[in-house]
């Protein structure tokens, strides 16, 4: 199975461990990945707030040059996901903006058909592949482990295709397939923050800080995440978080790590190394061969 | 228009202004000018309201002056004043069916833009209208029998009422329920608002009387599964489902039930909302009526495996229990049919940030009622899943109403139900008290008023519509409850409220297999689900089809009081159309002309009547002029065209055709 | 002392052409629907933390007052989590309207003097243009300089947390050719 593979911004910087577990894994899965040559930003949530064609259009861009392809187009981080997706339903719902996205692409000499199928790795990976090739593949399974699988807000909203809105589980499915105990907790789609932790942290950090607390308090000893930036929410901010309300403390990893972490693959394959919370503790304790 | 066999056919043409209706976007002068200059027409007018007195008597003197045989008037819709001017022909001394009526209101007027193309469109029309008319030919009403039984579908309150007054003014009712016993949802509330009546105190009278009522023959258990016929003349399929009791023997003594192998029962009670569990034999609830025991055949041992102590059959002194019964197709003729199907409620499971399903705690509505009820699955006791008592409670309004994503409409009566298991809560239990609304909807009599008592009673009232019920606690004192987080959108801020019990007041919705029934009774439904009225505010309780009438909640939500109106009101539509003892049938019948038929049998299967037969001597079709509508699908099949229509030959339609071309 | 303020606002301070423009944007046509219901303020995780509630912000705009309602903090507090959207009965998509209220505020240039999200979004746009892509520890630094310096200082920590687990990356992310995007900027923001 081959895929185009869009990046964006945060997988090359401070989501590497993102693109690192993901190609392990699907390197041993037989999934093959392209990435899409000289791609641009996204646009994530910050371009919709200054200009909405130039928004449509910078993403629209990226599905012009994935339709080059035949592959379907894997997008990891959820951000890029979200946005790839909505440019596809606007520019093929309103007429206006459909009209001024293919103008400017035109001008750039690129042509835009919106037949660009856009498809979040866990989708791909539980969906695609399927649980029994996964189950496998397992090597280690995680016993010990009791994980909190955290979805945040974009790959199930607004748009919810491949799980349901309110109550998803392909991440439960997943994890119980590697052996691990999932933690059932009410704070699975509720938004991290988002950029707000940076810029405003009086309104941001409360909001990642309630996630873990929760999934600490349900027992849980592991959070898994399938967004660079719900993931750098979760684990940078531990200290802060700990100082301002109250103590919290869990490594924070990519559902692809686990997943890695699983099959037997090497630690530092799986940039686990680089969670600034380390997830060793777990790890010796757990007596899990990585 | 001499070629035609009619004779000297003399035509008035009346083109009607409607106010400015028509005449604000078609110039009605200039049609009527045009028409004048058209062969065959005698007169030709245009006039303010030709549907009033003074038009329909110019119509009656232009005739009588002008000897005219043929009248076209252009005008509004068939639907509404075909039946008018047909009266205002006759009362002119002319066969009503020598008029055409050409609709220039809704489909000219109402959907194009003032101008000449509108004009034109209008001259088309009346040209090929007075085309038709010409060749119309007078033809004869026949009249047919109303059967005097009546079947009534649907044993709640409004079908109880209906068959009750039908049944008291001397007529036979069949009254067909698919429950084993009537008393729809009425049975299974408490108390009725405004008043706090207790629900059954008010409805069991009724049923009884039902049961006891020599007119009445009361069917519970059975399903509709045919209707054939037409308006007086129905031939409807009963399907009597099995209940395993030979139910003139049984007294509902309910020894079967003590007796039963089963020490407990293992299945949810449908009765209780699935808050009490029931054995294999039962009483639907202690007043059923009729009070006979069933058995249900997905759990009773006897009637899956054939092994069985039968210490229920041992018990039963009356020799009651009949385990080889089977179900039985009874065919009855009626003249009308009032449907009285009810409605179901709104799954709270669609609505998974409300916990319902997932926490024990979050109540439907109908959960709640029954709780209250003292012969109920918990006595009359308010309690949370393990038995304890609520301290708080919330109410969440419009589950499943006024809601794009689930149900658009407004369910009518989930603000006084909701403000009514708020009185009776507090009553029980003490407990604070909390109604979470988007508006107040009080309308009715005693409504409004109502709504204070319960503010008086220091019930919470929160205009907020909530966002989720969770488990997920911030603080200490919300820990092991739940927390409902709601904006106060009248005080102005967010709020968490921890409570121990949420009540949803689900919606109303049609029931499952509403579309099923409808096409089986051959009437319409609305886009969302309800069954259609003839018209929403002139003729609430009537459908498109003659004969067939609506009551309750099948057509709409809406409360008891009205619900009682609405059966009131289908009861006197069918008692008009039985007194009348005769209906006139339109004459627009098919007819097969013998001499042009093969005997292919191509119309037989395709007449949704089953009008058409075969004769065995001429070995030809022969329709039957009574049972025909008149739609038109033998006419259109027929190979070697031998059937025609009365007021639908060929001629007519394609002289139409031609003159619009 | 207690100072006494009087508000009473008056029907000449409505913009009427403010909640047109704002509906005629695409995602914003169904405000027109809404009925204050509150679904979007008990569900949104950052409502607790606006002057205005996203409802109450609704109802502003609809009403036509836009200096209210591109002042509010409100429109720069939502994270875009969809959540609003999501449950809203009347299917109104709120969260583009807070975007549509966003590019409003930007370029009326109504937002207070180094507020930093505003600035993110601005550096981020210059950025994309100029590179084509964003890298993220410089755009963190761009916008502390211009928003609040000792925030940054304070940040000390997490830069060395960052360095030491190599997320920290010192090259700049940005396409081979980023000038092919010129096409797409054609006409000015909007």
């Given at each position: 199975?081959?895929?185009?593979?869009f990046?964006?911004?945060?997988?090359?910087?401070?989501?590497r461990a993102?693109?690192e577990?993901?190609?392990?894994?699907?390197?041993?899965?037989?999934?093959?990945?392209?990435?899409?040559?000289?791609?641009?930003c996204?646009?994530?949530?910050?371009?919709?707030?200054?200009?909405e064609?130039?928004?449509?259009?910078?993403?629209?861009?990226?599905?012009a040059l994935?339709?080059?392809?035949?592959?379907?187009?894997i997008a990891?981080?959820?951000?890029?996901?979200?946005?790839?997706?909505?440019?596809?339903?606007?520019?093929?719902e309103?007429?206006?903006?459909g009209?001024?996205v293919?103008?400017?692409?035109?001008?750039?000499?690129?042509?835009?058909a919106?037949?660009?199928?856009?498809?979040?790795?866990?989708?791909?990976?539980?969906?695609?592949?399927?649980?029994?090739a996964?189950?496998?593949?397992?090597?280690?399974?995680?016993?010990?482990?009791?994980v909190?699988?955290?979805?945040?807000?974009?790959i199930?909203?607004?748009?919810?295709?491949?799980?349901?809105?309110?109550?998803?589980?392909?991440?439960d499915?997943?994890?119980?397939?590697?052996?691990a105990?999932v933690?059932?907790?009410?704070?699975?789609?509720?938004?991290?923050?988002?950029?707000?932790?940076?810029?405003?942290?009086?309104?941001g950090?409360?909001?990642?800080f309630h996630?873990?607390?929760?999934?600490?308090?349900?027992?849980?000893?592991?959070?898994a995440?399938?967004?660079?930036?719900?993931?750098?929410?979760?684990d940078?901010?531990?200290?802060?978080?700990?100082?301002?309300?109250?103590?919290?403390?869990?490594?924070?990893?990519?559902?692809?790590?686990?997943?890695?972490?699983?099959?037997?693959?090497?630690?530092?394959?799986?940039?686990?190394?680089?969670?600034?919370?380390?997830?060793?503790?777990?790890?010796?304790?757990?007596e899990?061969?990585? | 228009?001499?070629?035609q066999?009619?004779?000297?056919?003399?035509?008035?043409?009346?083109?009607?202004?409607?106010?400015?209706?028509?005449?604000?976007?078609?110039?009605?002068?200039?049609?009527?000018?045009?028409a004048a200059?058209?062969p065959?027409?005698?007169?030709?007018?245009?006039?303010?309201?030709?549907?009033?007195?003074?038009?329909?008597?110019l119509?009656?003197?232009?005739i009588?002056?002008?000897?005219?045989n043929?009248?076209?008037?252009?005008?509004?819709?068939p639907?509404?004043?075909?039946?008018?001017?047909r009266?205002?022909l006759e009362?002119?001394?002319?066969n009503p069916?020598?008029?055409?009526?050409?609709?220039?209101?809704?489909?000219?007027?109402?959907?194009h833009e003032?101008?000449?193309p509108?004009?034109?469109?209008a001259?088309?029309l009346?040209?090929?209208a007075?085309?038709?008319v010409?060749?119309?030919?007078?033809?004869?009403?026949?009249?047919?029998?109303?059967?005097?039984?009546?079947?009534?579908?649907?044993?709640?309150i409004?079908?109880?009422?209906a068959?009750?007054?039908?049944?008291?003014?001397?007529?036979?009712?069949?009254?067909?329920?698919?429950?084993?016993t009537?008393?729809?949802h009425?049975?299974?509330?408490?108390?009725?608002?405004?008043?706090?009546?207790?629900?059954?105190?008010?409805?069991?009278?009724?049923m009884?009387?039902?049961?006891?009522?020599?007119?009445?023959?009361l069917?519970?258990?059975?399903?509709?599964?045919?209707?054939?016929?037409?308006?007086?003349?129905?031939?409807?399929?009963?399907?009597?489902?099995?209940?395993?009791?030979?139910?003139?023997?049984?007294?509902?003594?309910?020894k079967?039930?003590e007796?039963?192998?089963?020490?407990?029962?293992?299945?949810?009670?449908?009765?209780?909302?699935g808050l009490s569990?029931?054995?294999?034999?039962?009483?639907?609830?202690?007043?059923?009526?009729?009070?006979?025991?069933l058995?249900?055949?997905?759990?009773?041992?006897?009637?899956?495996?054939?092994?069985c102590?039968?210490?229920?059959?041992?018990?039963?002194?009356?020799?009651?229990?009949?385990?080889?019964?089977?179900?039985?197709?009874?065919?009855i003729?009626?003249?009308?049919?009032?449907?009285?199907?009810?409605f179901?409620?709104?799954?709270?499971?669609?609505?998974?940030?409300?916990?319902?399903?997932?926490?024990?705690?979050?109540?439907?509505?109908?959960?709640?009622?029954r709780m209250?009820?003292?012969s109920?699955p918990?006595?009359?006791?308010?309690?949370?899943?393990d038995g304890?008592?609520?301290?708080a409670?919330?109410?969440?309004?419009?589950?499943?109403?006024?809601?794009?994503?689930?149900h658009?409409?407004?369910?009518?009566?989930?603000?006084?139900?909701s403000?009514?298991l708020?009185h009776?809560?507090?009553?029980?239990?003490d407990?604070?008290?909390?109604?979470?609304?988007?508006d107040?909807?009080?309308?009715?009599?005693?409504?409004e008023?109502?709504?204070?008592?319960l503010?008086?009673?220091?019930?919470?009232?929160?205009?907020?519509?909530?966002?989720?019920?969770?488990?997920?606690?911030?603080?200490?004192?919300?820990?092991?409850?739940?927390?409902?987080?709601?904006?106060?959108?009248?005080?102005?801020?967010v709020?968490?409220?921890?409570?121990?019990?949420?009540?949803?007041?689900?919606?109303?919705?049609?029931?499952?297999?509403?579309?099923?029934?409808?096409?089986?009774?051959?009437?319409?439904?609305?886009?969302?689900?309800?069954?259609l009225?003839?018209?929403?505010?002139?003729?609430?309780?009537?459908?498109?089809?003659?004969?067939?009438?609506?009551?309750?909640?099948?057509?709409?939500?809406?409360?008891?009081?009205?619900?009682?109106?609405?059966?009131?009101?289908?009861?006197a539509?069918a008692?008009?159309?039985?007194?009348?003892?005769?209906?006139?049938?339109?004459?627009?019948?098919?007819?097969?002309?013998?001499?042009?038929?093969?005997?292919?049998?191509?119309c037989?299967?395709?007449?949704?009547?089953?009008?058409?037969?075969?004769?065995?001597?001429?070995?030809?079709a022969v329709?039957?002029?009574?049972?025909?509508?008149?739609?038109?699908?033998?006419v259109?099949?027929?190979?070697?065209?031998?059937?025609?229509?009365?007021?639908?030959?060929?001629?007519?339609?394609?002289?139409?055709?031609?003159?619009?071309? | 002392?207690?100072?006494?303020?009087?508000?009473?606002k008056?029907?000449?301070?409505?913009?009427?052409?403010?909640?047109?423009?704002?509906?005629?944007?695409?995602?914003?046509?169904?405000?027109?629907?809404?009925?204050?219901?509150?679904?979007?303020?008990?569900?949104?995780?950052?409502?607790?933390?606006m002057?205005?509630?996203?409802?109450?912000?609704m109802?502003?705009?609809?009403a036509?007052?836009?200096?209210e309602?591109?002042s509010?903090?409100?429109?720069?507090?939502?994270?875009?989590?969809y959540?609003?959207?999501?449950?809203?009965?009347?299917?109104?998509k709120?969260t583009?309207?807070?975007?549509?209220?966003?590019?409003?505020?930007?370029?009326?240039g109504?937002?207070?003097?180094?507020?930093?999200?505003?600035?993110?979004?601005?550096?981020?746009?210059?950025?994309?243009?100029?590179?084509?892509?964003?890298?993220?520890?410089e755009?963190?630094v761009?916008?502390?300089?211009?928003?609040?310096?000792?925030a940054m200082?304070?940040?000390?920590?997490?830069?060395?947390?960052?360095?030491?687990?190599?997320?920290f990356s010192?090259?700049?992310?940005?396409?081979?050719?980023?000038?092919?995007?010129a096409?797409?900027?054609?006409?000015?923001p909007?």
């Amino acid at each position: 199975m081959k895929f185009t593979y869009f990046p964006g911004c945060s997988l090359k910087g401070s989501g590497r461990a993102y693109e690192e577990s993901l190609f392990v894994v699907c390197k041993q899965l037989g999934v093959e990945l392209e990435e899409l040559d000289d791609w641009n930003c996204c646009g994530a949530t910050a371009y919709m707030a200054v200009s909405e064609r130039q928004a449509f259009g910078l993403a629209a861009r990226n599905l012009a040059l994935a339709e080059q392809k035949p592959h379907e187009l894997i997008a990891p981080c959820s951000a890029c996901y979200m946005v790839l997706k909505k440019t596809q339903k606007y520019v093929a719902e309103y007429p206006k903006i459909g009209q001024e996205v293919h103008e400017a692409l035109k001008r750039g000499g690129l042509n835009y058909a919106g037949t660009a199928k856009i498809r979040h790795p866990l989708d791909v990976l539980v969906n695609d592949i399927g649980l029994d090739a996964i189950k496998k593949q397992v090597k280690n399974p995680l016993k010990g482990f009791k994980v909190a699988p955290y979805y945040g807000c974009q790959i199930v909203r607004p748009y919810a295709d491949f799980d349901d809105q309110h109550d998803p589980v392909l991440m439960d499915k997943l994890f119980k397939a590697l052996g691990a105990e999932v933690v059932k907790y009410p704070l699975k789609t509720r938004c991290c923050g988002g950029s707000l932790t940076g810029t405003l942290p009086e309104a941001g950090l409360g909001l990642s800080f309630h996630i873990l607390r929760e999934a600490q308090r349900r027992g849980a000893n592991v959070l898994a995440t399938v967004c660079p930036l719900c993931q750098f929410n979760l684990d940078a901010y531990q200290r802060d978080m700990s100082n301002k309300f109250e103590p919290v403390h869990m490594p924070i990893v990519y559902f692809t790590q686990l997943m890695g972490l699983a099959f037997g693959l090497d630690a530092k394959t799986l940039g686990l190394q680089r969670g600034i919370i380390s997830i060793e503790p777990l790890l010796k304790k757990q007596e899990v061969v990585a | 228009m001499k070629e035609q066999s009619n004779g000297d056919i003399r035509i008035g043409c009346y083109i009607c202004h409607c106010g400015t209706n028509i005449a604000g976007v078609v110039n009605v002068k200039a049609v009527a000018d045009y028409a004048a200059k058209l062969p065959g027409v005698v007169v030709s007018r245009d006039y303010k309201y030709m549907c009033s007195d003074p038009g329909q008597v110019l119509i009656q003197q232009d005739i009588k002056e002008h000897k005219l045989n043929r009248i076209v008037v252009a005008s509004c819709s068939p639907l509404l004043h075909e039946h008018t001017f047909r009266n205002a022909l006759e009362g002119g001394g002319l066969n009503p069916f020598c008029l055409q009526m050409v609709n220039i209101r809704e489909h000219d007027a109402w959907v194009h833009e003032p101008g000449e193309p509108a004009t034109e469109k209008a001259r088309a029309l009346v040209r090929a209208a007075i085309k038709r008319v010409a060749l119309h030919k007078p033809l004869e009403k026949k009249e047919t029998k109303i059967n005097r039984d009546v079947l009534v579908v649907g044993g709640g309150i409004a079908g109880i009422h209906a068959s009750l007054t039908l049944a008291n003014g001397g007529m036979t009712v069949y009254l067909v329920e698919r429950e084993a016993t009537i008393g729809g949802h009425m049975a299974k509330f408490d108390k009725t608002f405004p008043t706090l009546d207790c629900a059954a105190c008010i409805l069991t009278p009724k049923m009884s009387a039902v049961g006891e009522n020599k007119n009445i023959k009361l069917w519970t258990y059975s399903e509709i599964v045919k209707v054939e016929g037409f308006v007086g003349n129905y031939k409807v399929t009963v399907k009597r489902k099995p209940r395993y009791i030979i139910e003139d023997l049984c007294v509902g003594c309910m020894k079967c039930v003590e007796a039963c192998v089963f020490k407990e029962g293992k299945t949810p009670d449908g009765f209780n909302e699935g808050l009490s569990k029931r054995k294999p034999v039962y009483m639907p609830f202690p007043q059923a009526t009729p009070p006979v025991v069933l058995f249900d055949p997905e759990a009773c041992i006897q009637l899956k495996t054939g092994k069985c102590k039968k210490t229920c059959v041992e018990a039963c002194d009356r020799n009651a229990i009949k385990f080889d019964q089977k179900e039985e197709l009874i065919e009855i003729n009626v003249g009308t049919i009032i449907l009285a199907t009810g409605f179901k409620t709104f799954d709270g499971k669609r609505l998974p940030q409300y916990g319902y399903g997932a926490h024990p705690n979050v109540f439907s509505a109908l959960q709640v009622e029954r709780m209250v009820n003292a012969s109920g699955p918990t006595e009359g006791h308010i309690t949370l899943k393990d038995g304890s008592k609520p301290k708080a409670v919330g109410i969440i309004h419009c589950v499943g109403s006024r809601d794009n994503r689930t149900h658009r409409w407004c369910s009518r009566v989930c603000c006084m139900y909701s403000m009514k298991l708020a009185h009776l809560i507090k009553q029980h239990t003490d407990a604070e008290v909390f109604n979470f609304y988007i508006d107040i909807r009080a309308p009715g009599k005693g409504y409004e008023e109502f709504y204070e008592r319960l503010q008086e009673e220091g019930v919470h009232f929160i205009r907020g519509r909530v966002a989720e019920v969770t488990d997920w606690a911030t603080r200490k004192d919300e820990e092991g409850r739940l927390v409902i987080r709601v904006e106060d959108t009248l005080a102005g801020f967010v709020r968490r409220i921890p409570v121990d019990m949420v009540v949803l007041a689900n919606g109303l919705e049609p029931q499952t297999d509403s579309q099923d029934v409808r096409r089986m009774f051959n009437i319409s439904c609305s886009t969302e689900g309800w069954f259609l009225e003839r018209h929403p505010k002139l003729a609430p309780v009537n459908t498109f089809t003659d004969g067939i009438f609506l009551a309750g909640c099948c057509q709409g939500p809406k409360d008891i009081p009205d619900t009682v109106a609405q059966a009131g009101a289908a009861a006197a539509e069918a008692y008009a159309l039985i007194n009348a003892g005769v209906i006139e049938l339109e004459p627009n019948t098919s007819f097969v002309v013998a001499d042009d038929c093969s005997g292919c049998k191509t119309c037989i299967p395709l007449c949704p009547y089953t009008a058409i037969s075969r004769d065995d001597v001429s070995k030809k079709a022969v329709i039957n002029e009574a049972l025909c509508k008149g739609c038109g699908v033998c006419v259109a099949a027929c190979p070697s065209g031998s059937i025609h229509q009365n007021l639908f030959e060929d001629e007519e339609i394609f002289s139409e055709i031609e003159a619009i071309l | 002392m207690t100072t006494i303020r009087q508000t009473i606002k008056y029907d000449a301070e409505r913009d009427r052409n403010f909640p047109k423009e704002i509906m005629s944007r695409h995602g914003c046509e169904k405000l027109y629907g809404c009925i204050q219901c509150g679904t979007c303020s008990a569900t949104c995780p950052v409502s607790s933390y606006m002057d205005h509630t996203p409802r109450q912000l609704m109802a502003l705009t609809r009403a036509g007052f836009k200096k209210e309602v591109l002042s509010s903090l409100t429109i720069w507090l939502c994270a875009s989590c969809y959540a609003c959207t999501v449950d809203c009965p009347k299917e109104i998509k709120i969260t583009d309207i807070m975007y549509a209220l966003k590019r409003h505020a930007i370029e009326e240039g109504v937002y207070p003097k180094r507020f930093p999200i505003p600035i993110l979004a601005r550096e981020f746009f210059k950025m994309v243009k100029n590179r084509g892509r964003v890298t993220e520890n410089e755009l963190a630094v761009r916008m502390f300089l211009q928003s609040n310096w000792f925030a940054m200082v304070s940040t000390w920590r997490l830069g060395l947390n960052l360095m030491r687990t190599g997320r920290f990356s010192m090259k700049p992310e940005s396409m081979d050719r980023p000038e092919k995007l010129a096409s797409l900027f054609q006409g000015g923001p909007r």
